[in-house]
């Protein structure tokens, strides 16, 4: 129940002092209102029923709120001014009392509004001040926002009140000093009060800065509010209305701060609030500029056309005008403040066509990186953007447009789901403010260049490999060569010729010849050694003569007195060649990296067929890989082993620790669909 005492009590006044303003008006007759030097009292009172409708949502969600609380005071103050207002006509049309303590409280004590919208400006949205050194200067923000009031109090009837006023005695305490000293003393006082809401401004700027990304959310809300009042009075001034329509903006510049004072307290994510601010900053720039060649065009052709026709030939004149000249230069002007002001972001096809086009020219991703980081440039007319990429080895290229500011916002570059870089841009500036249409501009921007670069990448990857391949290949034929020429060569010879020599020596020394045919014999068991040596450098002889699951666990058995193994094997059979070698390559090597780095107790290893794909599967509980530890040898030679059948290969370090290396080889003509392969992040 005290939960709603506190927003039933704001509406319930609120409520009460608006309705008694509708009362109040209509009750008093125009020459009464002009005879107390007073006006209507509901449009006075009407902009603090928002805000008082403001502060019951508020109170309602979040009990006890401090900015709501603030909402609250500010919205009584205002509808007790307002009915006050239309009280000071009317009793002194009955001759009813009060009307001295309405003349007290709408000259002296309406200058508060002032001290509560710079306190809302310093306590929004925590409902806190500035911790630090900021304390201090919100504190000294708060004493000069009080100033007005203060002095309001203490200046004679004869400087608030203007000459004439039916009215007795408003003083408070009477000082013995002359007007033109109270008079000096309320225009300081009003430029202190007034510079005290420059200050709150400059400081919400300050809490902005260092505020986390949710807390800037918020302040966003306010900002666009504060967006919103300034452009409503700025319209007021410019067209120079009065009454009922400076009643209606006053009213819709109170509306926009109640509703996003709200929203930003409330539910912050409910809108694209960026996507607000750059609209209506860039849609009043617009009707600005429109407005100015409006009233030039108006003036040139009333100057030229004037004097020369009637209105209705002036009428006709202008009308073929505007469809002829002026629509399609406003269309034209309009459309060049918003690429002056955001770039080519409502462009979209144009933007993603022009990228396109550009990159198709560029062969390299060293050119792609830079082409790709002036577009984005260009189309949000931002002052920096960076582009990184990761490469096939790890490694890292990137290029950058423009100077860098202090604080940066990062965008994952994805390819296929595959994270393949970032994109790094200004966190902070009216550019910087990217709508969900921006985002979706941005996204198609980088998913345009993701496919040139990726296949960029992968051709000179593909280049790498195949070059690799090829020195591969010609040095296993020299080594072959050099062992065959070196090695089994001499020794083959060498036998013949003790077998020559033994045959011609049989006859005449038996002896010698058996000796001789004994060292043949040993050098032919010799030169078998080597040909084993070098059948099993191509293919390890397990494989032929146990299978890739008896291989495996052979293998595995090599290494359990250094750690616990578990080998499982399910579909294995029948596989292609080629698998099974870089199956048995890829468990042996994973098994020598656990064993040299892991530290681990227990390893399991998985080998799992499904037709299409064979699965391998080594995961330990070990330390896992430091992410500071650069790619090795070792793992980049279990990637380049799967990536050769067309497979992939990771390595990851979940967050239970441990290492797993997970390598999926294709084979068949069936295509199999799996999770994504994340580029290995380091290795040992």
């Known amino acids: 129940m005290s939960r709603l005492l506190e927003p039933v009590a704001v509406a319930a006044v609120a409520l009460a002092a608006v309705v008694t303003a509708v009362w109040l008006d209509l009750s008093t007759t125009d020459a009464e209102r002009a005879a107390a030097s007073t006006g209507l009292a509901t449009p006075t009172a009407l902009p603090g029923l928002l805000l008082a409708a403001a502060s019951v949502v508020v109170l309602l969600a979040r009990p006890r709120d401090t900015v709501g609380r603030i909402l609250g005071v500010v919205a009584l103050v205002w509808t007790i001014d307002g009915a006050l207002d239309g009280w000071i006509s009317y009793s002194l049309a009955h001759d009813l009392p009060g009307t001295d303590f309405a003349y007290w409280f709408v000259a002296r004590l309406g200058a508060l509004l002032l001290?509560?919208?710079?306190?809302?400006?310093?306590?929004?949205?925590?409902?806190?001040?500035?911790?630090?050194?900021?304390?201090?200067?919100?504190?000294?923000?708060?004493?000069?926002?009080?100033?007005?009031?203060?002095?309001?109090?203490?200046a004679p009837d004869s400087v608030v009140l203007a000459a004439g006023e039916p009215v007795g005695s408003t003083e408070l305490v009477a000082f013995p000093w002359s007007d033109a000293a109270a008079e000096a003393m309320l225009r300081v006082t009003q430029v202190v009060t007034?510079?005290?809401?420059?200050?709150?401004?400059?400081?919400?700027?300050?809490?902005?800065?260092?505020?986390?990304?949710?807390?800037?959310?918020?302040?966003?809300?306010?900002?666009?509010?504060?967006?919103?009042?300034?452009?409503?009075?700025?319209?007021?001034?410019?067209?120079?209305?009065?009454?009922?329509?400076?009643?209606?903006?006053?009213?819709?510049a109170v509306a926009a701060l109640a509703v996003s004072v709200t929203i930003g307290l409330l539910r912050p994510g409910l809108g694209d609030v960026d996507a607000l601010v750059a609209w209506t900053l860039t849609t009043a720039v617009v009707a600005a500029i429109v407005v100015a060649v409006d009233l030039a065009v108006l003036a040139a052709g009333t100057a030229l056309l004037g004097d020369r026709l009637d209105q209705r030939d002036v009428t006709l004149v202008v009308l073929v005008l505007a469809v002829v000249v002026y629509g399609p230069l406003r269309a034209w002007l309009g459309g060049l403040v918003h690429r002056v002001l955001l770039g080519r972001r409502s462009d979209r096809y144009g933007a993603v066509s022009a990228l396109a086009a550009r990159l198709e020219t560029i062969g390299t991703v060293d050119e792609q990186l830079p082409a790709l980081a002036s577009?984005?440039?260009?189309?949000?007319?931002?002052?920096?953007?960076?582009?990184?990429?990761?490469?096939?080895?790890?490694?890292?290229?990137?290029?950058?447009h423009g100077t860098p500011p202090a604080e940066v916002q990062e965008i994952d570059i994805a390819y296929q789901d595959e994270r393949v870089g970032r994109l790094v841009l200004p966190a902070q500036g009216y550019r910087s403010m990217l709508s969900r249409r921006d985002q979706g501009l941005l996204v198609d921007l980088v998913r345009q260049a993701a496919v040139a670069i990726r296949a960029g990448l992968l051709a000179a990857e593909l280049q790498t490999s195949r070059e690799r391949l090829v020195l591969g290949r010609e040095d296993d034929r020299r080594r072959i060569r050099r062992d065959l020429h070196d090695g089994l060569g001499p020794v083959?010879?060498?036998?013949?010729?003790?077998?020559?020599?033994?045959?011609n020596a049989i006859d005449t020394d038996p002896g010698r010849a058996r000796e001789l045919v004994g060292l043949a014999r040993s050098e032919v068991s010799d030169a078998l050694d080597d040909v084993r040596r070098l059948v099993h450098d191509l293919r390890p002889p397990a494989l032929d003569d146990l299978?890739?699951?008896?291989?495996?666990?052979?293998?595995?058995?090599?290494?359990?007195?250094?750690?616990?193994?578990?080998?499982?094997?399910?579909?294995?059979?029948?596989?292609p060649a080629a698998v099974e070698v870089a199956a048995y390559r890829i468990v042996s090597e994973a098994l020598a990296n656990v064993v040299k780095h892991a530290d681990a107790r227990h390893v399991d290893v998985r080998l799992t067929g499904d037709g299409c794909a064979l699965t391998v599967t080594v995961a330990d509980d070990g330390?896992?890989?430091?992410?500071?530890?650069?790619?090795?040898?070792?793992?980049?030679?279990?990637?380049?082993?799967?990536?050769?059948?067309?497979?992939?290969?990771?390595?990851?370090?979940?967050?239970?620790?441990?290492?797993?290396?997970?390598?999926?080889?294709?084979?068949?003509?069936?295509?199999?669909?799996?999770?994504?392969?994340?580029?290995?992040?380091?290795?040992?």
Do not use: N
Request: net charge positive; charged share 20%; aromatic share 4%.
């Open 623 to 684: 330390r896992g890989i430091g992410p500071d530890v650069t790619a090795g040898v070792g793992l980049l030679s279990l990637r380049e082993r799967a990536e050769e059948l067309g497979g992939r290969c990771e390595v990851l370090c979940p967050e239970s620790g441990g290492t797993t290396v997970r390598a999926v080889l294709p084979y068949g003509t069936a295509t199999r669909t799996s999770p994504p392969a994340e580029p290995v992040r380091s290795a040992r």
């Open 492 to 503: 083959l010879g060498g036998v013949a010729l003790r077998l020559q020599a033994a045959g």
């Open 547 to 575: 299978g890739l699951e008896a291989a495996v666990r052979q293998q595995a058995e090599r290494v359990r007195s250094e750690v616990d193994l578990d080998v499982s094997a399910a579909d294995v059979t029948g596989l």
């Open 375 to 400: 577009a984005v440039a260009d189309t949000f007319k931002v002052r920096h953007v960076r582009v990184e990429v990761l490469t096939p080895d790890g490694g890292l290229l990137s290029a950058s």
């Open 115 to 154: 001290t509560g919208l710079v306190a809302l400006l310093l306590l929004y949205p925590t409902g806190r001040l500035l911790p630090g050194r900021w304390r201090i200067a919100a504190m000294v923000v708060v004493g000069a926002s009080l100033a007005l009031p203060v002095a309001l109090q203490l």
């Open 194 to 252: 007034l510079g005290s809401i420059v200050a709150a401004v400059g400081l919400v700027w300050a809490r902005h800065r260092q505020a986390p990304a949710t807390e800037r959310t918020q302040l966003r809300w306010l900002l666009w509010a504060g967006i919103m009042c300034v452009l409503m009075v700025l319209a007021a001034v410019t067209l120079s209305v009065g009454g009922a329509v400076t009643s209606i903006l006053l009213d819709l």
